[in-house]
């Protein structure tokens, strides 16, 4: 596996943005009440992210060390406009049904995660690819749930009905409660079969970017939601 | 240490000048299709609520029918409602068969649910369509499909339209969807804004 594969295979597994780095949780808990706008927010991010961490990485050698996160948020929430302008303007069809989750992106932690811990440290090329493992990973993670949640909350799976009519389906899944109780549930397992996970003390190895204590770590402030 | 402070500056300077041009330049090319774009959605819909009518136009007699709306819709008791446009729905002949009325209740689940209705001129409902509306994904997204938004379709707009919860509803209601209470209520509300204005606003 070269290093641009590896890149793809960390981010939609090794170092999960959701379920082991547990960055981007705002959105997470907003847009998966179903399978399809999962996939929406994650393909959204996605492309954010692939051209975020190009440009921050382009840019890295002339960003002041001091001014990292300033530079960094502005050139994360122009893109974020641009790409926002541009879809509404010449994808409609795919603006009606991704445009909500545009704006959410900005802050959404990941970017500016990415952009700290790998964007400002590599080449251009290995950080787009870096983008687009997380977000590939981010996209995976988000329909993972929201596939749940839609299973459970209205009985199907990307609109498609999968439960028997008899099933009443269960609506707390759809709403607020149920993100946090599958977020919460997917964490224990986790945590149950020692997987690696930032919320499991031991889980990470020492050289991710996350060791999972935020105390002492140098780019805490840089990863809240 | 060297002090850098007017380096950073000029650094970040230019980092904000450079985005903010960019911003300007894709703002002033897509300033267009954007508008294109939402008018075509707009027409979309409401060919979709007046499917008889082939030109919608609307006028300053109307515009200014709905400012005056406006500033008293507040007082109707339909909580937080706007009225949007009005546009007369006209045949290839140029004659007007209704009107296309556009509103807006601000208290759906998930903020503003606005609304295209078309009512001929018997004050008989064609159909009612979705312009903007971002409520809860299974619940009241329910909302814009064909169950939910086709029993609009030859109501009896004359008067007020009421939703109910269970049983068959008759011309003047129209069944609620189960589980989004908030959703119903705010279509309930553009609805009656929009029939309002009609009757009391435009239709003289």
Request: one cysteine or more.
């Amino acid at each position: 596996m070269n290093k641009y594969t590896e890149r793809i295979y960390n981010g939609i597994w090794k170092e999960n943005p959701l379920f082991v780095l547990v960055l981007g949780t705002c959105p997470t808990l907003a847009v998966t009440t179903s399978a399809m706008n999962g996939a929406g927010m994650g393909l959204s991010t996605t492309a954010v992210l692939i051209f975020s961490n190009l440009i921050i990485a382009l840019m890295r050698h002339i960003i002041p060390d001091k001014l990292r996160l300033p530079a960094e948020i502005v050139i994360v929430a122009s893109l974020v406009t641009i790409v926002d302008m541009l879809m509404a303007g010449f994808t409609p069809a795919l603006y009606e049904s991704l445009g909500i989750y545009i704006p959410l992106i900005v802050v959404n932690c990941i970017i500016l995660g990415r952009a700290e811990s790998f964007a400002m440290k590599n080449g251009p090329i290995i950080s787009l690819f870096d983008g687009l493992g997380m977000g590939l990973g981010f996209t995976v993670a988000l329909v993972l749930i929201g596939a749940v949640r839609e299973l459970i909350g209205a009985g199907q799976i990307f609109g498609f009905q999968i439960m028997p009519s008899f099933y009443t389906p269960c609506s707390i899944f759809i709403m607020a409660p149920g993100a946090f109780l599958v977020f919460a549930c997917i964490t224990a397992l986790q945590n149950k079969l020692k997987m690696p996970c930032a919320t499991n003390g031991e889980g990470l190895a020492k050289e991710d970017s996350c060791t999972g204590n935020c105390m002492t770590c140098s780019m805490a402030h840089g990863k809240k939601d | 240490m060297k002090n850098t402070i007017v380096k950073d500056a000029i650094v970040l300077f230019l980092i904000t000048l450079i985005s903010g041009a960019a911003l300007g330049v894709v703002h002033e090319v897509t300033l267009e299709p954007i508008a294109i774009a939402q008018q075509k959605a707009a027409n979309e819909t409401y060919r979709e609520v007046f499917p008889d009518a082939s030109e919608f136009t609307t006028s300053d007699e109307l515009q200014a029918a709905v400012d005056k709306a406006n500033e008293e819709a507040s007082g109707w008791g339909f909580g937080k409602v706007t009225v949007n446009a009005c546009l007369e729905a006209k045949n290839e002949a140029g004659e007007v068969l209704g009107y296309v009325v556009n509103s807006t209740s601000a208290e759906g689940y998930g903020g503003n649910v606005s609304i295209s209705v078309g009512i001929d001129n018997e004050d008989k409902i064609l159909g009612l369509g979705f312009l903007s509306i971002s409520e809860t994904a299974g619940l009241g997204m329910k909302a814009k499909e064909p169950a939910f938004r086709d029993q609009f379709t030859g109501k009896d707009g004359s008067g007020q339209i009421t939703k109910i919860k269970s049983g068959a509803a008759d011309d003047t209601q129209f069944n609620a969807l189960s589980g989004a209470t908030y959703t119903s209520s705010a279509v309930e509300n553009a609805l009656n804004t929009g029939l309002k204005f009609l009757h009391e606003y435009v239709e003289q």
